[in-house]
């Protein structure tokens, strides 16, 4: 009986065992990472957001005929222009992926549409004719869309992240329309003339691709993507020519100005993707791969960092009161010339900093709120034509200036109010509201020289000042599981901020043959911006 008992516990000992390896094998197996993860063909769509710059190169060369000028009647003029565009960027993708161990290389097509274009205007001046002309350039550059093929080297972590570099070929469609006009009145020549040429065009350019991003498989067959994308295209040239009547005081005659204008952009974007693989089977006896979840994912306190793009625009309006005395006044009014110029003016650069919060769960819903601290790069510096509104005595054409502007968003802080819903424990939507409050510096200096019949003068006006301005936030996002306690997310905010108000003024003196004089200016700039951001955020959750 004794032997009995202890045979009957031997075997018992021993099936249980081989139970528990069986057990153990099979949960082995079937949280086992999949090795096929990311490979096989694949199809989907991107959305994000592009800004680029293009080298502008505008010669311009007129010939004057029918009067007795210096120079044989030839005045090159030539205009160099850095130009910047920006605008939303998204279209579909295709592509295949080959597995060689935790390696992968593959190649992609992308059918991309964008709205990124941009207009700029700048001032120019005929260096034949100092002083006494005025012109502008106007450029206005457009990307309509472009096909990409490329090639996709990667490595895969632990199944579920595939860090990759991106090199291929780009062909984009580019739209350009450049127009040059300038106004010389020069009594002295005697001469007088307006000129003007318009060159616009369309053509593909090729250009070479580069770049890099990181994708994460978030479902058995989703891939949720992040990349970067640079291109350098080709230049291309684009011509026309015009006619211009002259009118002079020593007879009359025709200007032929014929301009060439030549392209070259280079253009970036910042994506995400989502793609489904068709063919994606896991190898028997094995699961596809999962994220980590847990029954309260995303609750809790957070810490972490944000990295992303910011793209702003303000209202620059700008009032300058000349109160000319000591002189005759001109137009035989009471010497007062105010002047009144409204600017759009774009800024964007980079956008980081430090986000702290709290969420709590209700079942599928989460409320919380969190607080940031971000530094921008974020700015711009530009320039435009003016000439004064009254001629009278002093000739409106005889009137040269520019109002150059330099905006610098510095920093900002934030508080926001976060309502979301959590899908399959590791996707969470989410929606913001929240108080901004940025530092902005404004520098805004006007100039502009008078000179024409016994009266001339030249006058400038420089404006600056720094100031924290609050303002409404908004915005939307999604957050990953990424792992046990790591959040990965995607976001959208945009800030409409309070509106501020600089002066300065400025003392002039006035040479006339009628008399010496002071000229008085006095600036007002209101400043009122608008900033959005496109980030990436990485937390932890304690």
């Known amino acids: 009986m004794k032997k009995l008992a202890l045979l009957t516990l031997a075997l018992s000992t021993t099936l249980t065992t081989s139970i528990q390896a069986k057990e153990a094998n099979s949960a082995s197996a079937s949280t086992a990472p999949c090795p096929l993860a990311f490979a096989g063909f694949s199809f989907g769509g991107t959305v994000g957001y592009g800004i680029g710059n293009a080298t502008v190169n505008n010669t311009t060369s007129s010939v004057v005929t029918g009067n007795t000028l210096k120079n044989n009647g030839q005045y090159p003029y030539t205009a160099t222009s ?119 065009g369309s053509k593909r350019l090729n250009g070479l691709l580069w770049g890099a991003g990181v994708d994460f498989l978030v479902a058995e067959s989703i891939i949720f993507g992040l990349e970067y994308t640079g291109v350098q295209s080709q230049k291309v040239t684009f011509t026309s020519s015009a006619n211009s009547s002259i009118s002079a005081g020593s ?38 791969p999962t994220l980590y979840s847990r029954q309260n994912a995303f609750q809790g306190f957070t810490l972490g960092g944000t990295l992303g793009y910011g793209i702003g625009k303000a209202s620059v309006s700008h009032t300058t009161s000349s109160v000319i005395t000591g002189n005759n006044p001109i137009d035989g009014g009471d010497g007062q010339y105010p002047y009144t110029a409204n600017s759009k003016v774009g800024f964007s650069g980079v956008d980081g900093g430090l986000i702290a919060g709290y969420l709590q769960r209700f079942n599928n819903w989460g409320a919380g709120v969190d607080f940031l601290a971000n530094w921008t790069s974020a700015g711009a510096t530009g320039n435009t034509s003016h000439s004064i509104p009254y001629d009278g005595a002093v000739s409106k054409n005889s009137s040269v200036g520019a109002n150059s502007y330099k905006i610098d968003l510095k920093n900002s802080l934030q508080v926001r ?84 108000i600089f002066t300065s003024s400025a003392n002039n003196p006035i040479s006339a043959t009628v008399g010496g004089g002071t000229n008085t200016n006095t600036s007002s700039v209101s400043l009122q911006p608008q900033y959005n951001t496109f980030k990436g955020t990485l937390k932890y959750i304690f």
């Open 82 to 200: 850095k130009v910047g565009f920006s605008g939303v960027d998204g279209g579909l993708i295709a592509g295949y992926l080959q597995r060689f161990n935790n390696w992968g290389a593959g190649a992609d097509f992308l059918a991309n549409w964008t709205s990124a274009g941009a207009t700029d205007n700048t001032s120019n001046s005929n260096p034949w004719f100092p002083n006494v002309e005025t012109g502008t350039d106007a450029i206005h550059i457009k990307l309509k869309n472009s096909l990409q093929v490329r090639g996709v080297f990667s490595y895969v972590i632990s199944e579920l992240v595939m860090p990759k570099i991106i090199l291929g070929w780009d062909n984009s469609d580019y739209n350009l329309a450049y127009q040059t006009s300038s106004n010389v009145n020069a009594p002295a020549e005697p001469f007088f003339y307006n000129s003007s040429t318009s060159t616009t």
């Open 251 to 288: 007879g009359g005659g025709n200007t032929v100005s014929t301009s060439s204008v030549s392209l070259r952009p280079q253009y970036n974007t910042f994506k995400a993707t989502l793609k489904y693989i068709p063919a994606f089977t896991a190898p028997m006896g094995k699961a596809a």
């Open 417 to 500: 109010g976060v309502l979301s819903y959590v899908i399959s424990q590791f996707v969470m939507p989410k929606i913001m509201l929240g108080w901004d409050n940025s530092a902005y510096r404004l520098t805004y200096q006007t100039t502009y020289n008078i000179d024409d019949g016994p009266f001339s003068y030249n006058s400038s006006t420089s404006t600056t000042g720094s100031k924290r301005l609050n303002g409404l936030l908004w915005g939307a996002g999604i957050d990953f599981l990424v792992a046990q306690n790591v959040i990965f997310g995607l976001e959208y905010t945009g800030v409409q901020s309070q509106k501020v």
